[in-house]
T-cell receptor
Framework: KAGVTQTPRYLIKTRGQQVTLSCSPISGHRSVSWYQQTPGQGLQFLFEYFSETQRNKGNFPGRFSGRQFSNSRSEMNVSTLELGDSALYLC?????????????FGAGSRLTVL | SQKIEQNSEALNIQEGKTATLTCNYTNYSPAYLQWYRQDPGRGPVFLLLIRENEKEKRKERLKVTFDTTLKQSLFHITASQPADSATYLCALGGASNTGKLIFGQGTTLQVKP
């Protein structure tokens, strides 16, 4: 069973540019969540999509957006990049039910903003 | 605001000993708490989940306790091995059963042979 796949694994951008990150969840998982991980702030929740709808949103500016497709694959976009956006962006998928969401994470996309 | 605190400093122990990691939280009433392991350059991997009405959970060499009165969880690794060296993250989840978890900063464990 394939795990959560994130692409690209590494990317370098300059301030002001935009970036799109992709996430393919585990087959059958309809929930996809995105997290930002930095040394200073740790793992912070960005947003969650379920059945193509944003179900939850974290406390990030509107430059951070996402979407989910009918096959549950998800993308997140960051526009007008700032130096502080340099981070590891992690995608996680989960299977609904049982009253608790266990997340399966991908390896992450490491973004460096110069 | 909601806050989670884990041992901020790295934990260094000798192989064979029991490692105990702490997770304290404030301003939150989680429905469940999870522990994840993260190795350098990789995403976190789920280890254990404990619900608010449970006191203790075990899985092989791992044990987690959950005290909702103290607002604290303890994570134990018995008979620790160098392969257990990693960063361990605790995460709180609410009753809404979504992918939104609140993570602690993590504790880095180093097990020396």
């Amino acid at each position: 069973k394939a795990g959560v796949t994130q692409t690209p694994r590494y990317l370098i951008k300059t301030r002001g540019q935009q970036v799109t990150l992709s996430c393919s969840p585990i087959s059958g998982h309809r929930s996809v969540s995105w997290y930002q991980q930095t040394p200073g702030q740790g793992l912070q929740f960005l947003f969650e999509y379920f059945s193509e709808t944003q179900r939850n949103k974290g406390n990030f500016p509107g430059r951070f957006s996402g979407r989910q497709f009918s096959n549950s694959r998800s993308e997140m976009n960051v526009s007008t990049l700032e130096l502080g956006d340099s981070a590891l962006y992690l995608c996680a998928s989960s299977l609904e039910g049982a009253g608790a969401n266990v997340l399966t994470f991908g390896a992450g996309s490491r973004l460096t903003v110069l | 605001s909601q806050k989670i605190e884990q041992n901020s400093e790295a934990l260094n122990i000798q192989e064979g000993k029991t490692a105990t990691l702490t997770c304290n939280y404030t301003n939150y009433s989680p429905a469940y708490l999870q522990w994840y392991r993260q190795d350098p350059g990789r995403g976190p991997v789920f280890l254990l989940l404990i619900r608010e009405n449970e006191k203790e959970k075990r899985k092989e060499r791992l044990k987690v306790t959950f005290d909702t009165t103290l607002k604290q969880s303890l994570f134990h690794i018995t008979a620790s091995q160098p392969a257990d060296s990693a960063t361990y993250l605790c995460a709180l989840g609410g009753a809404s059963n979504t992918g939104k978890l609140i993570f602690g900063q993590g504790t880095t464990l180093q097990v020396k042979p």
